[in-house]
């Protein structure tokens, strides 16, 4: 089973590289979806951010109310980290059996879209990684767009990751995706060759 590690920044369209790799019958694994069955109403994980940050990241019916968690989370980097921290350990865990499930499938390789790639050390279990990146213009239009959050909301996320140098300087290769179809093509088709020839 190859592993193919995919990430970027926020908003840099690495859902849309995800849908192109279909046509290889390449799955993948979606780390933000992830990250939402495991902190599920009732998980250890969702049990141990409360102890972290208190009972007012919960909504009325106990789900998450992961707003809130942003709120507290991005405002201050010790707790960005300790967010991290906690909410890692459980996403890997899921990946992992993703994974093997895909194997026992048969299939020959799997992405995994993780926006935290590199510091949830994920990228050391892959055999690839691909770096996508977009302009920051095209990626807070495409995060208020899809997250219906302020302009301002979206330059504070933007500004908690790392910059495109960040992502490009640890991949084995590099997609840009600021919005032209044809060229996102000719690019996945390009690295689709070369991983498989290798």
Same mark, same amino acid.
């Given at each position: 089973?190859?592993?193919?590690?995919?990430?970027?920044?926020?908003?840099?369209?690495k859902?849309?590289?995800?849908?192109?790799?279909?046509?290889? =019958?390449? =799955? %993948?694994?979606?780390?933000?979806?992830?990250?939402? !069955? +495991?902190?599920?109403?009732?998980?250890?994980?969702? &049990? @141990?951010?409360?102890? #972290?940050?208190?009972?007012?990241?919960?909504?009325?019916?106990?789900?998450? /109310?992961?707003?809130?968690?942003?709120?507290?989370?991005?405002?201050?980097?010790?707790?960005?980290?300790?967010?991290?921290?906690?909410?890692?350990?459980?996403?890997?865990? @899921?990946?992992?059996?993703?994974?093997?499930? $895909?194997?026992?499938?048969?299939?020959?390789?799997?992405? +995994?879209?993780?926006?935290?790639?590199? $510091?949830?050390?994920?990228?050391? @279990?892959?055999d690839?990684?691909?770096a +996508?990146?977009?302009?920051?213009?095209?990626?807070?239009?495409?995060?208020?767009?899809?997250?219906?959050?302020?302009? $301002?909301?979206?330059?504070l996320?933007? %500004?908690? !990751?790392? /910059?495109? @140098?960040?992502?490009?300087?640890?991949?084995?290769?590099?997609?840009? &995706?600021?919005? /032209?179809?044809?060229?996102?093509?000719?690019?996945?088709?390009k690295?689709?060759?070369?991983? #498989?020839?290798?």
């Amino acid at each position: 089973m190859l592993v193919i590690g995919l990430t970027g920044g926020t908003g840099s369209g690495k859902g849309t590289v995800c849908q192109k790799f279909l046509k290889y =019958n390449i =799955n %993948s694994i979606d780390t933000d979806q992830t990250s939402r !069955q +495991v902190c599920a109403a009732g998980t250890p994980c969702l &049990n @141990e951010l409360v102890d #972290t940050f208190g009972s007012c990241i919960l909504n009325p019916d106990q789900t998450l /109310n992961r707003q809130e968690l942003a709120k507290i989370a991005f405002s201050d980097k010790d707790k960005h980290l300790k967010l991290n921290s906690i909410t890692h350990k459980y996403i890997l865990a @899921e990946v992992r059996k993703q994974i093997e499930a $895909e194997t026992k499938k048969g299939a020959n390789a799997i992405i +995994v879209d993780a926006p935290l790639l590199f $510091e949830s050390g994920f990228d050391k @279990e892959c055999d690839f990684i691909i770096a +996508v990146t977009a302009s920051a213009e095209t990626r807070i239009q495409r995060i208020i767009k899809r997250d219906n959050i302020s302009f $301002e909301t979206a330059k504070l996320r933007l %500004s908690k !990751q790392g /910059n495109d @140098e960040f992502y490009t300087s640890k991949a084995d290769y590099i997609i840009t &995706n600021d919005g /032209n179809p044809e060229n996102l093509d000719i690019q996945i088709d390009k690295i689709y060759s070369m991983i #498989t020839t290798k």
